[in-house]
C-alpha cells in the first residue's frame, strides 16, 4: 500500500516553510496546495496570490495549476475516474467537510474565473497592488514601467566617464585610472550593486566627490615626487639577495624597473610596478633561510626604507578608483532620478520600494485591505527573495489573519547577481520559528536515477559541512522509484556520478579530457539509456555546464574539432553578432530608395552573391541581372512601404532564398538562429512604435552601437539548432533543467579568493567593502565559497542518468576542495577559505565515486554510425540529378496517397448519401470535394474568429463565388447562409485541449494564430514506410483499432518533408495544431459523433498527418523558444484538433471535434526517423 503524501496533512493556516531539495516535485506540491486551499477553505480562486520569479515560470505555474483543477474537476464528477492523486484530495477535501458536489462547485467556479487568478512574478502583484489599491497605496500609478534599464546606466556611466577623462588635465589622472582599472564599465559597478540590491550598504571612509578624486590625484603627485627624490632603488639593491621573485621580475631586477618607473611615473605600468614594490609586499617576499642575518632583521631594515612611500601609492591608486567609482554611482543616481522624472517611467525596484513603504506607512490601511483580498499566499522561489520582497509577505500575510507558504530550496540559491539574497531564508527561519510556524522537507526525488540519488548523497549528505555553512544543511534524499541509471551491457551504473581527478592537467587540457568523454560516450556500443529501447548515446542526451560563458566558447571548438556537433544557449547579446550588422546593411539598402546600395545588400551573406557575380553586374553581360535585382529590390521597398515590417523580412528571406542557403554557410544554422530572432525583435519594436524603415534600421543602428542598452532575456541569443547536439550551457541557465547525462569541466575554475566583493555583515545587511579590510575580505571569500557549493549542487542534481566531474589543476579555494578535501572536519569554527588556503589535506574522494577509466579506446572522430568503416577510396563522380531526393508529404507518404497536391481537399466528390438512406439536411447536403474543402479552408484562414454574421458574409461570398459553389441546381443564397452557420458553429464550439479546460476559437485573436503554417526540413537520412509502420503500429492500434494495413513499402532516400499546417494558434499560454476536415462522412450527422470520428481518422490514416504536424510544430517551437522537449511539450502543447467542420455545433458538444495529444516519446521517436 503507498504512503500517504505529506502534503495531504500541511496545515492550511499560520506560516509555513517548505524546503524543497533538486528533483522532489515543488511545482507539484504547489498544485496541491493551491487545490486544497480552494476547496478546504472554499477560497475564490481571486483570493489566492501565487507568485514566483520570472515570467515564464509564472506562466507555466498558471498553467499547471489550471490544468489540475481541469482534471479534478473531472475527477469530482465522475466524467472520468480519478487517479490516485484526486481521489486522495477528495479525500481529504471530505474530511475537511467538503462533499464530492461541493468540491465540483467549487473547481468549476474557479476554473471560470481563472483569468481572474493571481499568479504572477512578484513584480506583476506589485504592479497589480499599486493599480488596484490607489488611494490606499497613496501612489498615482500612470507610470511607463521600464524592465531593463541596464542600458540607461551604461549611458550615464559613459556620460561620466567622458567628463572625468575626455576633459584637460594631468596625463596622471588617466594613468591612476587605469591603473585602478577603471573603464567605463566598471565604474557602473556600485550603481548596478544598488539597483540589485537596494539595501547594499557600501563601507568606506571616502566622501565619494569629484573633488575628493582631484584631492587624491594631488597627493599622488607628491608622493611619486617624494620617491623621485628618495633612493628607491638603492635600497632595492641592498635588499635584493634576501628577496624572493617579485611578480614579474625577479628582486635583482628591481633597481632597473623601479628606476624606469620613476624616470616616466604617469603611465599605469609605472605606477603598477611602484605599488608592487611597497613595504606589506616585499615583507612576505623574505626568504626563509638566510646566511649571516635573519628574516626579522632584513624587514626591520625594509621598515627603515622608502617603501612606506609605495605602500601610500598604492593605496591612493585603490583610493582614486573607489572615489571615482562613488563619485559615479551618485551622478548616475541623479542623473537617473532627473530622466525618470522627465520621461515618467518606473522601474521594478520602484514597484517593490513603493509597495513596501505604502505598506509600512503609519495607520497605513493596505495591509488589511489587502490581506482581505488575498488571505492566502504561496511564494515560489523563495530562496531568491530579497529583504524588500520578504518585508511585503510578511506585513500582508502577518499571522493570524495571513497564511503564507514560502517554498524553496537555499541550496539552489544561485543568484545573487539579480538581487537573491540568501540571508533572507535565513531571516525567515528564524521567524518562522518565533511565529511558531511549521517546516516541511522534501526528500523524495523523483528526477534522477536511484543510484545518481544514493551518489550525490554520498556527495553532500556525507559530509560534515557541505556547503561552508552551517545554516544550510543537506538532507539524505530517498528515490521512491528505482529508476536505473546509465546501462553498460544492459547493467545499470552501480555509482553513476564519477569523479575524474587530472591533478597534473590546466584548464586546457580539461577541456581536451572532457571533449575526448563526451567521444567516448557517443562511441560506446554498450552504453544506452534506461526506456529508450537502443544502444548508443546520442549528441542531444549529453549537456556540458560551465561557470561562464567564455568556457562554453572554448568547449565547443574542442568538440567541433571531433566532428561532435555541439551547441550553446545565451552566448551573447543579440545585437552584438555579426548577424545584426550584415541586417543593417540590408535594411540600409532597402529603406534608403537608393539603388546604388543594392550592392552592399548583395554582398551580404543575406544577398548572398559572390563577389565575381556582383562585378559582373556592372558590365554590359550584366546588365539584365541587374535590371532584376533592382526590381527585386523596389518590389520588397513596396512591401515595407505598404505593409508591416514582418511582411518585408519574409519577402526578404524568401526573395534571397535564406534559409535553403544559410544551413550550408560555416555556422550557418547559427546565423539563421540570429538572424530570425532579429526579424522577431524588429518586428516587435516596429509594431510598439509604429517605426518607418528607415526608424527600424536606426533603432538596429543604435541597438548595435550600444548592445548593452538592452540586456534582458529577449536580447540573449536563443539556441541555434534543434538536431542531435550536445549542450553547453552556464550553470546558472541550467537552474530548473535535467539532462540524461552531464560533464562538469570547470566547478575547480571558480575561485572563491578572487572576485570576492560582498558579504553580509553581523545585522545580516549585504555589504560593499572598499577599505580592503582583511576582516571584510575574508567574510566576502567565504560567501564566495558558499555560492560556488551551491552552484556545484545544482549543477550536480541536472544530472538524470549519470555525471562526471572533471578536477583538474587550479586555484585552491574552490568547491571540489572543500568538498573532497575537508569532507571530515569542515572549517573547525575559522574561516573555510582560510583553512583551504592554509594547510588543507590531501583529497578525500569516496572510493565508490573515483572514475575507473574502463572506457574502450574511442575512434578520432565523431561517427554518427559508430558501426559504420569507413572507406579509403573515392566513390565514381556520378554525373546527373538524383533522383531519391525529393519533397515529400503527408499526401505522398500515405498508405492511401499518391503524387503530391497542392491542397489537402480532404476526399473526393462524392453524391450526397447512400442508396436508400438520404443525407440529412443543412449543410450535410452540401456537396463535398475539392472545391467545397478549398472554399472552407480558404474561409477558415482568412475569418475573424470572432466575427458576426455580416463579416463572415462578406468573406464567404467572394469565396464560394470564386470556387465554383454558388453555380448549378442548390440555391446560392441557401449554401451562402449554411456556410456562414456553419463557420459561426466553428468558431463558438466548445474545445477542450489536454488539460480538460474548455474554450472556444473565437477567444481566439488574430495575433495568437498562424494560418497556413508550411514547413520544409530536411531529412537526417533516408527512411522507409516499413520503419513507419513497425514505429506507428502499437498507438494506432490503441488508440483507433486499426490492425489491419495495406501493403506500404517505400524507400525515401533524402530530402526535404513538406506541408501546411492548416491553424497553428496559441492559447493561455499553449500551443495547438488544428486541422479542418470538410468530409461528408456520408451525410449523417450520426457519423460525427466524438465515438465514431477514430474510425474516420483512422482509415484516412489522418493520425500520420497529424503526427508529422506535431513533429513539425515540435521543431518550430523549439526553434523560437530556444527549447521544447519533454517538460515543454507536456506543459506548453495542448495536443491536435481535427474538427470535422460540417459536424461542429455549440448545441452537441464534441460533435465533429477530434483530439489527441500524442505520447511525447511517439514523437520523439518519430522526430529521430523522419526528423
Request: some cysteine; aromatic content about 8%; overall charge negative.
Amino acid at each position: 500500500m503507498n504512503e500517504r503524501p505529506d502534503y495531504l496533512d500541511y496545515r492550511l493556516d499560520g506560516w509555513n516553510l517548505i524546503e524543497a531539495a533538486a528533483g522532489t516535485g515543488k511545482t507539484y506540491t504547489i498544485q496541491n496546495l493551491a487545490v486544497r486551499f480552494l476547496l478546504e477553505r472554499r477560497l475564490p480562486i481571486r483570493s489566492l496570490l501565487v507568485v514566483t520569479f520570472t515570467e515564464a515560470a509564472a506562466a507555466e505555474l498558471k498553467e499547471r495549476i489550471r490544468a489540475v483543477l481541469g482534471t479534478m474537476l473531472d475527477a469530482a464528477t465522475g466524467a472520468e475516474p480519478a487517479s490516485e492523486r484526486e481521489r486522495l484530495l477528495l479525500e481529504r477535501a471530505a474530511e475537511a467537510g467538503v462533499p464530492r458536489e461541493a468540491c465540483a462547485g467549487l473547481l468549476k467556479n474557479a476554473l471560470s474565473s481563472f483569468d481572474d487568478a493571481a499568479i504572477s512574478t512578484i513584480h506583476g502583484f506589485c504592479a497589480r497592488v499599486l493599480g488596484e489599491n490607489a488611494f490606499e497605496s497613496g501612489v498615482l500609478f500612470r507610470s511607463e514601467l521600464v524592465k531593463d534599464t541596464s542600458g540607461m546606466i551604461a549611458e550615464l556611466g559613459m556620460d561620466f566617464y567622458r567628463r572625468i577623462f575626455y576633459a584637460p588635465g594631468p596625463k596622471l589622472r588617466n594613468a591612476m585610472a587605469e591603473a585602478a582599472e577603471i573603464t567605463p564599465e566598471s565604474l557602473t559597478g556600485p550603481a548596478k550593486l544598488k539597483a540589485a540590491h537596494p539595501e547594499l550598504v557600501i563601507r568606506t571612509p571616502l566622501a565619494g566627490t569629484e573633488e575628493e578624486a582631484e584631492l587624491i590625484l594631488r597627493e599622488a603627485e607628491s608622493i611619486i615626487s617624494e620617491l623621485q627624490n628618495a633612493d628607491l632603488a638603492g635600497a632595492l639593491a641592498e635588499a635584493a639577495p634576501y628577496l624572493n621573485k617579485l611578480g614579474n621580475f625577479a628582486a635583482a631586477d628591481a633597481p632597473a624597473a623601479a628606476e624606469a618607473a620613476l624616470r616616466k611615473p604617469d603611465t599605469a605600468e609605472a605606477l603598477k610596478c611602484l605599488s608592487g614594490l611597497g613595504l606589506s609586499v616585499l615583507e612576505t617576499k623574505v626568504k626563509k633561510r638566510l646566511k649571516g642575518t635573519t628574516p626579522e632583521e632584513v624587514k626591520a631594515r625594509l621598515a627603515a626604507g622608502p617603501f612606506r612611500l609605495a605602500d601610500r601609492l598604492a593605496e591612493l591608486v585603490r583610493d582614486y578608483g573607489n572615489a571615482l567609482k562613488l563619485a559615479a554611482a551618485a551622478f548616475i543616481r541623479h542623473g537617473f532620478e532627473q530622466r525618470r522624472k522627465r520621461e515618467n517611467f518606473q522601474t521594478f525596484n520602484d514597484l517593490l520600494q513603493e509597495v513596501h513603504h505604502a505598506l509600512h506607512a503609519a495607520s497605513s490601511p493596505l495591509p488589511a485591505v489587502l490581506r482581505q483580498r488575498y488571505p492566502v499566499g504561496i511564494v515560489d522561489e523563495f530562496q531568491d527573495t530579497d529583504p524588500v520582497q520578504y518585508e511585503i509577505f510578511t506585513s500582508i500575510f502577518r499571522p493570524p489573519e495571513g497564511t503564507l507558504y514560502m517554498v524553496g530550496d537555499p541550496r539552489q540559491a544561485i543568484y545573487a547577481f539579480r538581487g537573491g539574497d540568501i540571508a533572507v531564508y535565513r531571516r525567515a527561519v528564524r521567524e518562522l520559528e518565533a511565529a511558531g510556524g511549521r517546516k516541511y522537507t522534501l526528500t523524495a526525488n523523483y528526477r534522477s536515477a536511484a543510484a545518481m540519488i544514493a551518489d550525490v548523497n554520498t556527495l553532500f549528505h556525507r559530509h560534515a559541512d557541505p556547503f561552508a555553512d552551517p545554516s544550510i544543511t543537506f538532507p539524505e534524499v530517498r528515490a521512491p522509484e528505482p529508476a536505473p541509471a546509465l546501462l553498460r551491457n544492459g547493467v545499470p551504473e552501480a555509482h553513476p556520478l564519477r569523479i575524474i581527478r587530472l591533478p597534473d592537467a590546466n584548464e586546457a587540457e580539461c577541456r581536451s579530457r572532457t571533449a575526448r568523454a563526451v567521444l567516448e560516450l557517443l562511441s560506446d556500443p554498450s552504453l544506452a539509456l534506461p526506456g529508450r529501447g537502443e544502444s548508443g548515446i546520442r549528441p542531444r542526451d549529453i549537456a556540458i555546464l560551465v561557470l561562464r560563458g567564455y568556457e562554453a566558447e572554448l568547449l565547443a571548438a574542442e568538440l567541433h574539432a571531433l566532428h561532435i556537433p555541439a551547441v550553446f544557449t545565451r552566448t551573447g547579446n543579440i545585437f552584438d553578432s555579426e548577424d545584426a550588422r550584415e541586417l543593417l546593411i540590408v535594411l540600409r539598402a532597402v529603406a534608403s530608395n537608393d539603388v546604388r546600395r543594392l550592392p552592399n545588400l548583395l554582398a551580404t551573406p543575406i544577398g548572398g552573391m559572390p563577389v565575381a557575380a556582383i562585378a559582373e553586374l556592372q558590365t554590359e553581360r550584366g546588365e539584365r541581372e541587374l535590371a532584376e535585382e533592382q526590381t527585386k529590390l523596389r518590389e520588397l521597398q513596396t512591401i515595407w512601404e505598404n505593409g508591416s515590417f514582418i511582411e518585408f523580412f519574409n519577402a526578404l528571406l524568401t526573395a534571397r532564398q535564406v534559409r535553403k542557403r544559410y544551413p550550408a554557410l560555416p555556422r550557418g544554422e547559427r546565423k539563421l538562429t540570429n538572424l530570425l530572432q532579429l526579424g522577431d525583435l524588429l518586428e516587435q519594436e516596429s509594431a510598439r512604435r509604429g517605426l518607418s524603415p528607415a526608424g527600424v534600421a536606426d533603432f538596429l543602428a543604435e541597438r548595435i552601437a550600444d548592445p548593452d542598452k538592452g540586456d534582458g532575456e529577449e536580447y540573449q541569443q536563443l539556441l541555434e539548432t534543434d538536431r542531435e547536439a550536445v549542450t553547453l550551457m552556464t550553470i546558472h541557465g541550467s537552474k530548473g533543467l535535467e539532462f540524461p547525462i552531464v560533464l562538469l569541466p570547470g566547478l575547480h575554475l571558480g575561485d572563491a579568493e578572487k572576485r570576492a566583493e560582498l558579504f553580509h555583515n553581523a545585522g545580516g545587511k549585504l555589504e560593499y567593502d572598499l577599505t580592503d579590510s582583511p576582516e571584510g575580505k575574508r567574510k566576502a571569500q567565504d560567501e564566495r565559497l558558499q555560492e560556488l557549493l551551491r552552484l556545484a549542487y545544482v549543477a550536480v542534481t541536472r544530472a538524470k542518468h549519470h555525471c562526471r566531474i572533471f578536477w583538474g589543476k587550479g586555484p585552491k579555494a574552490t568547491a571540489p576542495d572543500w568538498l573532497f578535501r575537508m569532507r571530515e572536519a569542515g572549517a573547525r569554527g575559522t574561516s573555510p577559505v582560510q583553512a583551504l588556503l592554509a594547510d588543507p589535506p590531501e583529497p578525500q574522494i569516496p572510493a565508490e565515486l573515483l572514475d575507473p577509466e574502463t572506457a574502450p579506446e574511442p575512434p578520432p572522430f565523431y561517427r554518427q554510425d559508430p558501426g559504420a568503416t569507413l572507406e579509403l577510396e573515392l566513390p565514381p563522380v556520378r554525373l546527373g540529378i538524383d533522383s531519391g531526393w525529393q519533397f515529400v508529404s503527408y499526401s505522398s507518404l500515405s498508405p492511401q496517397g499518391g503524387a503530391d497536391t497542392p491542397y489537402d481537399y480532404d476526399e473526393k466528390e462524392q453524391e450526397p448519401g447512400t442508396p436508400g438512406e438520404p443525407p440529412d439536411g443543412g449543410i450535410f447536403a452540401v456537396r463535398g470535394g475539392a472545391a467545397a474543402g478549398n472554399a472552407w479552408h480558404r474561409i477558415f484562414e482568412l475569418a475573424d474568429f470572432s466575427a458576426g454574421e455580416e463579416e463572415l458574409r462578406t468573406l464567404a461570398l467572394p469565396q464560394l463565388t470564386d470556387f465554383g459553389l454558388l453555380r448549378g441546381g442548390e440555391d446560392p443564397e441557401e449554401k451562402l447562409k449554411l456556410t456562414v452557420r456553419m463557420a459561426q458553429d466553428v468558431f463558438r464550439s466548445p474545445l477542450r485541449g489536454a488539460d480538460g479546460v474548455a474554450f472556444r476559437l473565437a477567444e481566439v485573436p488574430r495575433r495568437e494564430r498562424l494560418s497556413e503554417l508550411e514547413f520544409a526540413y530536411r531529412f537526417r537520412s533516408g527512411f522507409t514506410t516499413k520503419q513507419l509502420r513497425r514505429l506507428l503500429e502499437r498507438y494506432a492500434a490503441e488508440r483507433f483499432g486499426l490492425c489491419e494495413w495495406p501493403v506500404w513499402n517505400r524507400t525515401v532516400s533524402g530530402g526535404c518533408l513538406n506541408g501546411f499546417i492548416d491553424l497553428f494558434f496559441r492559447h493561455h499560454g499553449r500551443y495547438f495544431i488544428l486541422d479542418w476536415k470538410s468530409n461528408r462522412l456520408g451525410g449523417r450527422s450520426a457519423n460525427f459523433l466524438p465515438e465514431r470520428l477514430p474510425a474516420a481518422m483512422a482509415g484516412s490514416f489522418y493520425f500520420l498527418q497529424y503526427l508529422i504536424y506535431t513533429v513539425a510544430a515540435v521543431k518550430y517551437l523549439r526553434m523560437r523558444l530556444g527549447r521544447f522537449d519533454e517538460a515543454e511539450y507536456e506543459s506548453l502543447f495542448g495536443g491536435v484538433f481535427y474538427l470535422f467542420v460540417r459536424g461542429v455545433s455549440p448545441d452537441h458538444p464534441g460533435r465533429g471535434v477530434f483530439h489527441d495529444k500524442p505520447p511525447y516519446e511517439l514523437v520523439r521517436q518519430l522526430e529521430e526517423l523522419i526528423g
